[in-house]
Structure formats: structure tokens, C-alpha cells
């Protein structure tokens, strides 16, 4: 049974670096075709795609991120990690990693986690 | 970017009507196209991917199809629990791109 769940800090201020965690069962991440990705969705709004990462660690970004963001993971753990530097209010969202199967779509999705920045 | 235009932004349909949604891409993207179904509160859960192929456990009365850059998702016979909110996603290039969204709503 695949199950992804995210967690973060909750809620932190503008400038500060928000660290996120997917801590995930029944896959690896060690295995060929596998990844997982990021997505993050304001209250009210769209999906919008952050960040992939790959079995092999492979990374892709969203480039209207520019540098803020950092992709990683620990197979040994079964964890995935992402990194948003400098974050202001619009960063605000409930963020998601779903798990993509064999290179492609999203098949299990986490229950997310939401993030509040604020001064 | 591949851009994906989704349409429409709303739709108010019948219990027992066909609805059909659909996203135009940009550019080709073959068949990497996903569709997703998102309930208020839920995170989003996987209807089709591959265009046309239906994900386990999904009912039949969806189903996906493509004409050129035109993907459709089309619901049989709408239920009451198929009201939400629908996306298609393009992974056929990064960055991935969403639909801006579909809210289906039972008249």
C-alpha cells in the first residue's frame, strides 16, 4: 500500500527558508522509473508544479521559482525533501508530494500540508 | 513553457448528464496528459493518465481521449460524487503544467 505524507513548520515569516519532508511507504525511490514531486496550491486556487525528483536523482524545478528552490532526497529513509528560500506571503499554500510512477503522472498523492507565511 | 488551456472554467450539469471537459496544449505533447479529480478539502486523486487509459479503481463512466493537441475528459452519466473541481496536467515536458481548472457543479 503506497501512502505519502508531508509535513513543514506550519507557519513562518517572510524571508525565512521553509523546509518541507514527504515521508513515504510501500515504493523506493531507489527503484528505475520512480519520483516524486512537489506541487503546492493557494487557498482558492489552481495546482501549480514546484519540483521533481527521480530515482536516479535527477531534478527538475519550475523555473518561476528561480533559484529559491532545492529538491533532495534519503532513500535509506524513504523521505523526499523541499527547500523554499526567501519566502513571502505568496508562498502560502498547502503543498503536496505525490509520487510519479515510472517517469510519468502523479498515481498517490499525500494528504498535504498547509503553510502560512506571516509577519 | 507548454501552456494548457482548459475549458470550461465552470459547468453546471444534470445527475445522469455526459459532461465533457477539455484541455488544449500549446504544443504536441503526445500522450503525457493526466487528468485529476479534486474534492473541497481532499488532494487531488488520478482519473486517467496516458490520455485515454483509465486508473485502477477509477468507474468507467470516465474516460479520456485526445484529438491532435485537444484532450477531452468525458464523465458518463454524471453522479453526485463526481462534483469537484477537474485538472489536466502535461508532463511531456518541464516544467509540468496544469489546466487552470474545471468546478463541476450538479444543477
Known amino acids: 500500500q503506497v501512502t505519502l505524507k508531508e509535513s513543514g513548520p506550519g507557519i513562518l515569516q517572510p524571508s525565512q527558508t521553509l523546509s518541507l519532508t514527504c515521508s513515504f511507504s510501500?515504493?523506493?525511490?531507489?527503484?528505475?522509473?520512480?519520483?516524486v514531486g512537489w506541487i503546492r496550491q493557494p487557498s482558492g486556487k489552481g495546482l501549480e508544479w514546484l519540483a521533481n525528483?527521480?530515482?536516479?536523482?535527477?531534478?527538475y524545478y519550475n523555473p518561476s521559482l528561480k533559484n529559491r528552490l532545492t529538491i533532495s532526497k534519503d532513500t535509506s529513509n524513504n523521505q523526499a525533501f523541499l527547500k523554499i528560500t526567501n519566502v513571502d506571503t505568496a508562498d502560502t499554500a498547502t503543498y503536496y508530494c505525490?509520487?510519479?510512477?515510472?517517469?510519468?503522472?502523479?498515481?498517490?498523492w499525500g494528504q498535504g500540508v498547509m503553510v502560512t507565511v506571516s509577519s | 513553457d507548454i501552456q494548457m488551456t482548459q475549458s470550461p472554467a465552470s459547468l453546471s450539469a444534470s445527475l445522469e448528464e455526459i459532461v465533457t471537459i477539455t484541455c488544449q496544449a500549446s504544443q504536441d505533447i503526445g500522450n503525457y496528459l493526466s487528468w485529476y479529480q479534486q474534492k473541497p478539502g481532499k488532494s487531488p486523486q488520478l482519473l486517467i493518465h496516458s490520455a485515454t487509459s483509465l486508473a485502477d479503481g477509477v468507474p468507467s463512466r470516465f474516460s479520456g481521449s485526445r484529438s491532435g493537441t485537444q484532450y477531452s475528459l468525458k464523465i458518463n452519466r454524471l453522479q453526485v460524487e463526481d462534483t469537484g473541481i477537474y485538472y489536466c496536467l502535461q508532463h511531456y515536458s518541464a516544467p509540468w503544467t496544469f489546466g487552470g481548472g474545471t468546478k463541476l457543479e450538479l444543477k
Open positions: 505525490p509520487r510519479i510512477l515510472t517517469g510519468s503522472y502523479f498515481d498517490y
Open positions: 510501500g515504493f523506493s525511490l531507489s527503484t528505475s522509473g520512480m519520483g
Open positions: 525528483i527521480w530515482w536516479d536523482d535527477d531534478k
